[in-house]
């Protein structure tokens, strides 16, 4: 589709530089839950989408790419034996193709990203370039290309040396093929049959192999367990600090409940817990949930485990749109409590699921039916199509098949990615004991990127 072409649907006006596009989400089928996620990645075509509320449809608005390549004589090949390396000059853009990659760059970007001494600190990794002092209009007075390199000399005389290797992973279009988070989305048997070990509690504090290896599982997976680990808060905490900073909230910093209904919530009582993600109500959930049951004597109470994520995937291979209606109306979240010394009304806005608009990855759900508040953030009309779609992603998250069920025992502590994971719990008799807290989840993927791990 060329944007010279008329659109091919009627709605609002063409905005300048971008096409219509005919299709919607495409809906892809008969992918196995095994595979790695980075199918959901290429899954939504459009770039933006606007929701047309008047017909019900979607509209998806698409950069305005060329089909074709322009004619050979314009592209420019640094040598005969070369020809995985061509260029050539827009009025507004650097064409590249290169390790069959064909990239587009903006001169401003280019300008911005130059590496040279003058205009970056390797050794801080930090820009010096002050963005603001080039001009919108710049444009390379010459440009060249050898095996390696771009070379491009700018209107004042300045060079600008790009790797092309280096282009082709920070380009746009480089960056759409990848996934940020590599993953495993399961469902109870694709979890069990993984085999997914726990990491000793000796082995997890002393060695990098042991937390290497439970943060690789716990990236993957979204859970991971350390076992032998003495059953009291202050090893929990030793533990949740080999990973990441403890976030203090309002429960505290390392919390400790039982069913004596101390705070204003069903947590603290015997009941059961439907899956759900905590911190809804949080402009920012909390990253990490870890549990250590410390005491039990009774009878229920067992862990339930969810992936959203593999959920959300099946909303979206079943129902595109109402996938992308999930991701797109932001609703609230609420946590009142009265209780006497604790008085917190605290408020969290978003979406219900949440993904990086450039690729579609999905990296947040929030998830808590008892703690979603009043809808007044959503028209009626729309309001009642997210209605079904929460419906669809519900009876998801509830397929049996779905469900993960363990018993937590004094030893055994479960570290829960909030971003992706549900918890609940089963009903319970007896004394109850659990302690745990919640981590920061920039720290957790900044020590498991200290251990070379893609996170
Ligand atoms: C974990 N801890 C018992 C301290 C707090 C529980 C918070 C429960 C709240 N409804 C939520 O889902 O966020
Ligand atoms: O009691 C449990 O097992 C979990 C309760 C819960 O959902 C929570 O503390 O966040
Ligand atoms: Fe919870």
């Known amino acids: 589709l060329d944007g010279s072409q008329a659109p091919l649907l009627g709605g609002p006006p063409r905005e300048a530089g971008w096409s219509r596009c005919r299709e919607g989400p495409v809906c892809a089928s008969g992918l196995s839950g095994s595979m790695w996620c980075h199918r959901l990645a290429h899954l939504f075509s459009s770039t933006q989408c606007l929701l047309n509320r008047s017909s019900g449809h979607q509209i998806s608005w698409q950069p305005r790419y ?116 590599p993953r495993i989305f399961w469902n109870a048997e694709i979890y069990q049959q993984a085999q997914v070990p726990s990491v000793d509690c000796q082995n997890f504090l002393e060695t990098k192999e042991g937390l290497k290896e439970f943060l690789q599982n716990f990236l993957l997976y979204g859970i991971a367990f350390v076992e032998n680990v003495p059953p009291t808060k202050e090893d929990t905490e030793i533990l949740a600090e080999r990973i990441s900073l403890i976030r203090e909230t309002i429960y505290g910093r390392m919390w400790y409940f039982t069913s004596d209904f101390s705070r204003g919530d069903t947590a603290y009582t015997k009941l059961a817990l439907d899956r759900h993600t905590d911190t809804t109500y949080f402009q920012e959930p909390c990253g990490i949930q870890v549990f250590h049951c410390l005491k039990h004597e009774g009878t229920g109470g067992r862990t339930l485990l969810v992936d959203g994520f593999y959920a959300a995937e099946q909303v979206l291979q079943r129902a595109p749109e109402e996938f992308e209606l999930l991701t797109k109306v932001p609703l609230k979240h609420e946590y009142i409590e009265n209780v006497v010394g604790c008085p917190n009304h605290m408020i969290g806005v978003g979406p219900i699921l949440n993904i990086y608009p450039w690729n579609n990855e999905l990296y947040l759900i929030r998830y808590n039916n008892y703690d979603r508040a009043v809808i007044n953030t959503v028209p009626y009309d729309v309001v009642h199509r997210w209605y079904a779609a929460h419906r669809t992603l519900t009876t998801e998250l509830r397929r049996p098949e779905n469900e993960l069920w363990v018993k937590l025992k004094p030893g055994k502590a479960l570290f829960v990615d909030n971003w992706r994971i549900l918890h609940g719990r089963e009903s319970f008799t007896g004394y109850r004991q659990l302690c745990g807290c919640y981590l920061t989840r920039d720290d957790m993927l900044n020590t498991a990127r200290f251990l070379g791990l893609q996170a």
């Open 66 to 181: 060329r089909k074709s390549l322009p004619a050979v004589s314009r592209w420019h090949h640094m040598a005969p034996a070369s020809l995985n390396c061509a260029w050539q000059l827009h009025g507004d853009h650097l064409e590249l193709r290169y390790a069959e990659t064909l990239m587009r760059f903006d001169y401003v970007w280019l300008r911005d990203h130059c590496r040279s001494a003058s205009c970056y600190n390797s050794k801080t990794n930090q820009r010096s370039l002050d963005t603001a002092s080039v001009d919108l209009c710049i444009k390379p007075k010459t440009v060249r290309v050898d095996e390696t390199t771009l070379f491009l000399t700018w209107p004042d005389g300045h060079v600008t040396r790009y790797g092309l290797e280096w282009l082709v992973k920070n380009s746009y279009e480089g960056q759409k093929q990848q996934v940020m988070h």
